[in-house]
């Protein structure tokens, strides 16, 4: 299958959709099922974009959230104000990545349909 070109799903909700509006027959469909199907491919090509983009953003926030929970080789002997220190900083940090994830996250939902969820 090349880009945009309808899968094997897409074709058989194509075949679906059709046969629902005019018969197992088809007769008077104007349209054709490679071109219904190849609406359906793009859509589905457009979400499974999306989906990508929200792994890799869920990768980076992982990630970062990571480094910033493991401690740097300065902090062994850094004294407890400093150490208080960098503590504050790594979590304003993580709550500015969480904050903009969680604004992200129902963003989102609500162009989905789902709707915003309380945090």
């Known amino acids: 299958m090349s ?16 046969a629902s509006i005019f018969g197992e027959d088809l007769e008077g469909c104007r349209v054709t099922l490679d071109e219904v199907a ?43 104000e400093d150490l208080r220190s960098l503590l504050g900083e790594r ?5 500015t990545i969480t904050t903009k994830t969680i604004e992200m996250s129902a963003r989102v939902k609500k162009e989905r349909g789902g709707g915003a969820s309380s945090a």
Do not use: F, K, N
Request: glycine share 4%; no cysteine; proline share 6%.
């Open 91 to 95: 979590l304003d940090a993580i709550r």
């Open 38 to 80: 190849a609406i359906i491919q793009r859509t589905v090509d457009e979400r499974v974009q999306q989906d990508t983009r929200l792994l890799d953003t869920y990768d980076t926030v992982v990630s970062s959230i990571h480094q910033l929970a493991t401690p740097p080789e300065s902090a062994r002997g850094a004294s407890p």
């Open 3 to 18: 880009a945009g070109e309808p899968d094997r799903i897409s074709s058989l909700v194509a075949e679906e959709l059709l």
